[in-house]
C-alpha cells in the first residue's frame, strides 16, 4: 500500500521559511514526476511545484517561482519543498503528490494518483 507523509509544516512569521518534507513508501518513484500542491480555506486546491522523474526539470506556479524549490532524493524515496520569503498569501495545507501513471510531468490535480494527507502551514503578517 503506498503511502506519503509529509512533515516541516507550521507557523511562521511572513519573510520567513519552511521546509515541506514528503516521504513515500509502498512503492518506488524514481521514474515518476512528484509535485507539492496547496489549499487555503474556502478555494479550489492550487499547483505549487513539480520535479520530473530524472529531477533534471522543474515547474512552478508564477506565485511562488523563486521563492520556492522542489527538489528529491530518489534514494529515499522523498520530494521536499524549500519555501523561503513566505507571505501570508501562502497560508494553505500543503500536500504532496506522485503521479505514478505517467513519467510526465503535470500541473492539473487530477492527473496525480498517489496523495498525502497534508501539512498546515501558516504565515502570519
Known amino acids: 500500500q503506498v503511502q506519503l507523509v509529509e512533515s516541516g509544516g507550521g507557523l511562521v512569521q511572513a519573510g520567513g521559511s519552511l521546509r515541506l518534507s514528503c516521504a513515500a513508501s509502498?512503492?518506488?518513484?524514481?521514474?515518476?514526476?512528484m509535485g507539492w500542491f496547496r489549499q487555503a480555506p474556502g478555494k479550489e486546491p492550487e499547483f505549487v511545484a513539480v520535479?520530473?522523474?530524472?529531477?533534471?526539470?522543474?515547474y512552478y506556479a508564477d506565485s511562488v517561482r523563486g521563492r520556492f524549490t522542489i527538489s528529491r532524493d530518489d534514494a529515499k524515496n522523498t520530494v521536499d519543498l524549500q519555501m523561503n520569503s513566505l507571505k501570508p498569501e501562502d497560508t494553505a495545507v500543503y500536500c504532496c503528490?506522485?503521479?505514478?501513471?505517467?513519467?510526465?510531468?503535470?500541473?492539473?490535480?487530477?492527473?496525480?494518483?498517489?496523495w498525502g494527507q497534508g501539512t498546515q502551514v501558516t504565515v502570519s503578517s
Open positions: 503528490a506522485v503521479r505514478g501513471s505517467s513519467v510526465y510531468p503535470s500541473l492539473g490535480v487530477h492527473d496525480y494518483d498517489y
Open positions: 509502498g512503492r518506488t518513484f524514481s521514474n515518476y514526476p
Open positions: 520535479i520530473t522523474g530524472s529531477g533534471s526539470r522543474t
